[in-house]
Structures are given as structure tokens and as C-alpha cells.
């Protein structure tokens, strides 16, 4: 299901996998070949006779656009394929263009209907069926580029749009046009666009958790998502503060703390869960034991291995050793970590008194 691992290292970074070539004795093996490679590890069933079958894949910078023409299957990936780590780093969005599906994903099960859109998340078990001759065009994101958090990224799985809805037909058109022009676009030109669809998500995942609405999208609110996705995409840099934010989008601090107030949080606290979230995934995952608690802070921007294990304690209830020993005795059940605690009162209003020394743009 994971389309992005079509360009692992090694290969090129646009290919075509198809079965016209191929002895029709050898087709089966070869289908299923291709599916692995493009999939990643994930449990295919594919009919005893494949008649055809092709797989196109197109990079957008760091996003992977897919077009899959194939026969009936049934994929499904389980905690403990999860648990072997690799491909839990995106979130597909999916248009069914022929053909029917069936998504099952955070206990939601949906029909998909040609011209609907779904999503699913590779951190978590899903099973997608397609019993019929089908075709998909799909968008793999890396999920740092979303800019949203797990509870998010959850509401919106597994919950096909429709094309009359609003957000449903932005979706289709967009998908339909990155995959049937991704070779045409220049690379940052392309980027651009498939970035419009992280946008939409986030849009998305704010009316599912009941958020008001922003302004107009050329307003605070692209503004909000450029600044999320630019925090995913430098977790791992120690110098990742509010002022370098506000530096790099050329507003001032004070300024990005009026924009993060919508948010019921702060500019250090988005920038802390995201980091915490990120490590406890590591910590999750089949080679966490083969490195240091330090390593994994550090690798996340984490300064300071001690306060990391305290921050990760008051957010989850348990210190990243213990977290990670608990996984490796459970790996196929992992426990669901509660809720990071919110920040009192006076902890928003100290950061926001802190932004306010900065000059608004």
C-alpha cells in the first residue's frame, strides 16, 4: 500500500511495472513481484490467473504520485508487519477512478465508490480490498508534511469523500490531474501542487474535529499550514524555535503566537508534541532496541537526553525506556498512549508575553 516505496534507493526515481511482456505462466509471480516492491510489507492475495496489470509511479519532490491499472486483490497490513518498521512514514490518498473497494482502517469500514477519495494511514493496520478489475491514482505524503497530529491524521482515515461534496471534488480533480501530468511538471512546480493536497487534509481534519473555521485560504490559515509543514519537515533540527520559524516565514514572533492561538496551543508546545510523537514511534518500532534512548532524542531535536525522558514521561505516563521495553514484550498489541497534558493557563500566557517583545510584521 506504501506507493512511495516504488523509489527506494537503488532504483530509479520513476518507474513502470507492467505484465505485458511477460510469459503468461510467469505472470502471477511476477504481479505479485511488483505488488511487494510497491507495497512494502504488506499480506497480497491476487487471483491464481493474472491477466494484466501495471503500476506507474512519478516523484513530486518528496511526495510520490501512483497510477495502478490492475485485477482483483486484497492487501492488508498487520501490527506486527508494522512492527518491522520502514514504511510507517506516510499517509496515501487515494482516488478510486473504476472499479469498487472496501477500506477498513481505526474500526471504520467503508465501501468506495468510483470518483471517491479515501485515506489511509502505514502506521496503523488497514486492509484494503478491491474485488474487481480497478483503477487508482494515488498521492503518497510523508506524514511530516501534513503537519498534523496522530488524533488528526486519524479522523480522516478510512472516510471516503464523494465528488459532489466540497472538499471530495477538490480532492478528485487534483489527484486525477498530478497523476495523469506528474511527468510534465517541473520538480518544484510539482511539489507545489502535490503540497495542495496535505493542504486540503489539514483543512479535513480541522471540520472532522469541529474546529471553526480559518479565514480565507489565502489568509492566516495556508499561512498556519506553510508554518506546520516547514516545523515537519525540520524536527530534527536542535535550533527549531519560535524565532527561527517566525525568521524563516518573515513574520515576527509575535505575530506566529497570534497565528498559533486558533490552535489552543503554543509555537514550542506544537513543535515539543511533534517531536514526542516522533520519537515514540521510533521507540515502537522493530530497531528501537538497537539504539540508545540519547540517539533517538537527539536524532529528533531533543538537546538534552534528561529533559527528553522527563517531557516524554509527563506526556505519556512512562519513561522511554519503559516505553520501549513494554513494545518489545508486546510488539503486536502496542498499548495507546494517553493524551500529552494540556498546558495551563499561565503556561499559554507566559509564551504568548514572551512573543509580544517581538515587532508584528
Not at 6 to 27: H, K, N, S
Amino acid at each position: 500500500m506504501a506507493d512511495a516505496l516504488l523509489t527506494e534507493e537503488g532504483r530509479a526515481p520513476g518507474a513502470l511495472l507492467t505484465t505485458a511482456a511477460v510469459p503468461a505462466q510467469r505472470r502471477r509471480t511476477y504481479w505479485r513481484d511488483a505488488l511487494s516492491q510497491t507495497f512494502g510489507a504488506v499480506d497480497i492475495t491476487v487471483p491464481r490467473e493474472v491477466r494484466s496489470g501495471t503500476i506507474r509511479t512519478a516523484p513530486l519532490g518528496s511526495v510520490q504520485v501512483i497510477t495502478v491499472d490492475s485485477e482483483p486483490q486484497d492487501a492488508r497490513r498487520s501490527r506486527r508487519m508494522i512492527a518491522r518498521g520502514g514504511e510507517d512514514a506516510y499517509v496515501v490518498v487515494k482516488l478510486l477512478t473504476r472499479g469498487a473497494a472496501r477500506i477498513e482502517q481505526d474500526s471504520r469500514d467503508a465501501a468506495v465508490r468510483p470518483g471517491e477519495v479515501f485515506v489511509y494511514d502505514m502506521a496503523r493496520p488497514v486492509r484494503l480490498t478491491l474485488p474487481r478489475s480497478f483503477q487508482t491514482k494515488s498521492v503518497v505524503l510523508p506524514r511530516q508534511l501534513l503537519g498534523l497530529d496522530e488524533s488528526d491524521v486519524q479522523r480522516i482515515t478510512a472516510s471516503p469523500l464523494r465528488p459532489d461534496q466540497a472538499l471530495g471534488g477538490l480532492l478528485s480533480v487534483l489527484l486525477s490531474g498530478l497523476a495523469d501530468n506528474a511527468a510534465s511538471y517541473r520538480p518544484h512546480t510539482g511539489e507545489l501542487l502535490a503540497r495542495n493536497v496535505a493542504d486540503l487534509l489539514t483543512v479535513l481534519a480541522g471540520e472532522r474535529a469541529g474546529r471553526p473555521p480559518q479565514q480565507s485560504p489565502s489568509g492566516d490559515a495556508t499561512t498556519v499550514l506553510r508554518i506546520k509543514a516547514f516545523i515537519g519537515r525540520h524536527l530534527a533540527d536542535p535550533g527549531l524555535t519560535p524565532e527561527a520559524v517566525a525568521r524563516a516565514h518573515h513574520i515576527s514572533v509575535r505575530y506566529l503566537h497570534k497565528l498559533f492561538e486558533s490552535e489552543d496551543t503554543t509555537v514550542s508546545r506544537w513543535i515539543r508534541g511533534r517531536r514526542l510523537e516522533a520519537c515514540r514511534k521510533e521507540l515502537t518500532g522493530r530497531r528501537a532496541a538497537d539504539t540508545t534512548i540519547a540517539a533517538v532524542a537527539h536524532r529528533w531535536g531533543f538537546a538534552n537526553a534528561a529533559h527528553f525522558s522527563r517531557v516524554f514521561r509527563a506526556a505519556y505516563g512512562m519513561t522511554p525506556t519503559q516505553w520501549r521495553d513494554l513494545h518489545r514484550l508486546q510488539p503486536t498489541q502496542p498499548p495507546q498512549p494517553p493524551q500529552p497534558p494540556q498546558p495551563s493557563r499561565d503556561e499559554q500566557l507566559t509564551e504568548a508575553d514572551r512573543g509580544r517583545r517581538g515587532r508584528r510584521t
